[in-house]
């Protein structure tokens, strides 16, 4: 049986109340820190590929550029992998002959005034597919003086194993994107004229 007396020390007994506590706090410090650190570590990646795509897309405006790509991609490659190995990297590229002109349709004739450009109507084919499409930018650096469109996809998984504590996913997609002038090395090429189908 306990004496009353030893009761009574071990109401005002204070030791190991500050263990107790830090076991309370401790999950929920330790997960703040790794989601600031996973936070941080994102942000920095997203720096780095905005700043390596800012390079590539200024040595990508020169003449001869199209036959430098596989290193133009692959110096931002290398810089994004410097910060996550692991990292898939995907690139493209779509040259408009302005910048009014990106991510805009290829202008038509809407003769029977229904919005669609159908029956034979006629439209610039500005991307020189031969057919007429929502997007009027062509594939690659285009030519002399275009606006071009450069755009990377880099997916990796996360250092910090918070996200998935979330019920996020382990992986994290960055994109970048930039757009610059050719430099007027050449002439550009004039759109053709086509009928819809």
Known sequence: MIAPHSLRSLDHDLTGNTVVEFAMIAPVLVGFLLGIFDLGSNLYTATQLEGAIQKAARDSTIEGAAGRSVSIDSNVTQAVKEIAPGATVTFSRKAYSNFESIS??????????????????????????????????????????????????????????????????????????????????????????????
Do not use: K
């Open 104 to 197: 805009r349709p290829e202008d038509f004739n809407d003769i029977d005034e229904n919005g669609i450009c159908d029956n034979g109507e006629p439209f610039e084919d500005a991307n020189h597919n031969g057919q007429w499409d929502i997007d009027r930018g062509a594939e690659g650096f285009g030519g002399a003086r275009d606006a071009t469109l450069y755009t990377v996809n880099v997916s990796y998984q996360r250092i910090f194993p918070v996200a998935s504590l979330l019920g996020l996913s382990d992986m994290h997609n960055v994109e970048a994107v930039t757009v610059l002038r050719n430099q007027p090395y050449g002439t550009q090429s004039t759109p053709l004229v086509g009928s819809c189908a």
